[in-house]
């Protein structure tokens, strides 16, 4: 199993609070990722990073923001939490043997009333 | 990184084997082939991946005819315990040009007692 970790695992949060969901990892990755995912649908892609002081925006548009100033840590900022942001977001990082593969954390359930 | 098609949905029941066909026309030489599963309010695991003929592991068998155009996911004797959504994503990497993978819908196997 891959060391990826996701805190918290559940939030609830009134409106206009500012969150901020950690993920790191302890495999030395350099490319990390965010996806946002509801129920029964699909993952999207909304935040992806290359490196340390790389971000770069998903196929998703996103209010989230991203930093990443150490390798084992991408965390994923929401500024002023808002309804629609009620999703599940989960974390990934990547190697390549071969080709890439994604390990992902367990997620982050985050309810906004 | 090549567009997939995959059946959204199966059924099975238990006992059985279970295969998923992925389609893949436009593969690229370097691209991989890589399955993932997905358990509801968990993130995609790693299951297999492969560039050419036959792969085995302890959980899946991944097979890839010689013009590679598909590949068939191969889950032995499954259980309810396997009921999940299955990805078939292809390629070598995601690049630095803004290529990421894309997960899509997946196909949904329900096993049946």
């Known amino acids: 199993e891959a060391d990826i970790y996701q805190t918290p695992r559940y939030l609830v949060i009134g409106t206009g609070k500012k969150i901020t969901l950690e993920c790191s990892q302890t495999?030395?990755?350099?490319?990390m990722y965010w996806y946002q995912q509801d129920p029964g649908m699909e993952l999207h892609l909304i935040h992806y990073s290359y490196g340390v002081n790389s971000t770069e925006k998903g196929d998703l548009s996103s209010e989230s923001t991203v930093s990443r100033i150490r390798t084992e840590h991408f965390p994923l900022t929401l500024e002023s939490a808002r309804p629609s942001h009620t999703s599940q977001y989960l974390c990934?990082?990547?190697?390549?043997?071969?080709?890439?593969?994604?390990?992902f954390g367990p997620g982050t359930r985050l309810l906004v009333l | 990184l090549a567009k997939t098609t995959q059946p959204i949905s199966m059924d099975s029941y238990e006992g059985q084997e279970v295969n998923i066909t992925c389609s893949h026309n436009?593969?690229?030489?370097?691209?991989?082939i890589t399955w993932y599963q997905q358990f509801p309010s968990q993130g995609p695991r790693f299951i297999i991946q492969g560039y050419k003929t036959k792969v085995t592991n302890e959980v899946a068998s991944l097979f890839i005819p010689a013009d590679r155009k598909s590949s068939t996911l191969s889950l032995p004797r499954v259980s309810l315990s396997d009921t999940a959504v299955y990805y078939c994503?292809?390629?070598?990497?995601?690049?630095?040009?803004?290529?990421?993978?894309?997960f899509g819908p997946g196909t949904r196997l329900s096993v049946l007692p």
């Open positions: 994503l292809v390629g070598e990497r995601a690049d630095n040009y803004g290529q990421n993978f894309v």
């Open positions: 436009n593969i690229a030489t370097n691209d991989y």
């Open positions: 495999m030395g990755h350099d490319k």
């Open positions: 990934a990082s990547s190697v390549q043997e071969g080709g890439e593969t994604q390990y």
